[in-house]
Nanobody, 129 residues
Framework: QVQLVESGGGLVQPGGSLRLSCQSS????????IAWFRQDPGTEREGIAC????????YFTDSAKGRFTMSRDNAKRTVYLQMNSLKPEDTAIYYC??????????????????????WGQGTQVTVSS
């Protein structure tokens, strides 16, 4: 049902910033929590952040806390991931995902990769000198 498209990835030097966007192609996101995941080749896809619907509460893994923030613009059907102080280990393909009954309530993303049904195609983030 929900179709998500990520954008904003690219090449950035260590310490730089990027803002990723996750936009719904036609379906309103007012009542959808959105989670961000990332994956390097040969590694497991890991959840890093999420934003809830209604209260816009956000949660981040330890690797992202203090550097990443999330926000949303429901009128634009878009969720944003602002990434600052980027490190080489942040290099990965970044995906956004959601589901009709997903609630962002903690910084634990265990099991969500196999549970969330709606995913974007991913956008590449490369942090290198």
């Amino acid at each position: 049902q929900v179709q998500l498209v990520e954008s904003g990835g690219g090449l950035v030097q260590p310490g730089g910033s990027l803002r990723l966007s996750c936009q719904s192609s036609g379906v309103a996101l007012d009542h959808f929590a959105i989670a961000w995941f990332r994956q390097d080749p040969g590694t497991e896809r890991e959840g890093i952040a999420c934003i809830n619907y209604g209260d816009d509460r956000t949660y981040f893994t330890d690797s992202a806390k203090g550097r990443f923030t999330m926000s949303r613009d429901n009128a634009k059907r878009t969720v944003y991931l602002q990434m600052n102080s980027l490190k080489p280990e942040d290099t990965a393909i970044y995906y956004c995902a959601t589901d009709t009954n997903y609630v962002c309530t903690s910084d634990s993303f265990a099991g969500l990769v196999g549970w969330l049904r709606f995913w974007g195609q991913g956008t590449q983030v490369t942090v290198s000198s």
